[in-house]
């Protein structure tokens, strides 16, 4: 069963480094997502792509983050500096052309310290 | 701008018992979602009603949409402790996104 892939699974890293998150989805799905979950709440888009456009980053905060997905394929989500308030769950999911219905990968776990 | 409220946040119940969680949300949709979370885990997808008076059902779960109240609910009937969850609605806005509850996290006690 087809599936969206991520990496790492967990990443701990120390305030001010720099940390990147890869996202696979599944195969021909033209949107892909990004989220971030902070413990207990629900997810929060970040981005949202169709193919290699951005559709709606408006609440990617782009003073430290950036994401990109340049063959329209697997999305890379970087943070540089991270700081502590961006601990979280991050998740990616991808659905076909015309459909609301989202897939999402396992996520990343990341502890900023 | 869609909101989507969720309660109980928090849902404690005996086995055997039924229990209803209750999604609502603020703007004109059609398009409804529920999701499961175990924890640290990613989201599952449990049901996806796409117009006024749908139903659907799997197992001991049964979720509704009224698209003209803004309401959806999840149904557990006779729960078991293999339920115990965070379960998210998540409701369809423009350009093919979702909106997301806070989450109702169920405990089932035997």
């Known amino acids: 069963e087809a599936e969206v892939a991520q990496s790492p699974r967990y990443k701990i890293t120390e305030k001010s480094q720099a940390v990147a998150f890869w996202c696979d989805p599944i195969?021909?799905?033209?949107?892909l997502y990004w989220y971030r979950q902070i413990l207990g709440q629900g997810p929060e888009l970040l981005v949202q792509?169709?193919?290699?456009?951005?559709?709606?980053d408006s609440q990617l905060p782009k003073d430290r983050f950036s994401a990109e997905r340049l063959k329209g394929v697997d999305s890379t989500l970087k943070i540089q500096p991270a700081e502590l308030g961006d601990s979280a769950m991050y998740l990616c999911?991808?659905?076909?052309?015309?459909?609301?219905?989202?897939?999402f990968g396992p996520g990343t776990r990341l502890t900023v310290l | 701008e869609l909101k989507v409220e969720q309660n109980p946040l928090f849902l404690s119940m005996q086995e055997g018992k039924n229990y209803t969680i209750y999604c609502n949300y603020s703007?004109?949709?059609?398009?409804l979602y529920w999701y499961r979370q175990d924890p640290g885990k990613s989201l599952e997808s449990l049901f996806v009603?796409?117009?006024?008076?749908a139903v659907k059902q799997e197992g001991r779960l049964m979720a509704s949409l009224d698209t003209k109240a803004r309401l959806s609910t999840l149904h557990i009937t006779a729960a078991v402790h293999d339920l115990s969850a965070t379960y998210f609605c998540?409701?369809?806005?423009?350009?093919?996104?979702?909106?997301f509850g806070k989450g109702t996290k169920l405990s089932v006690i035997p």
């Open positions: 999911a991808s659905s076909p052309v015309g459909n609301n219905e989202q897939f």
């Open positions: 195969s021909g799905h033209a949107t």
């Open positions: 792509f169709q193919d290699e456009s951005v559709v709606d």
């Open positions: 703007t004109t949709s059609d398009r």
């Open positions: 009603l796409l117009s006024n008076g």
């Open positions: 998540a409701v369809g806005a423009g350009s093919y996104q979702l909106t």
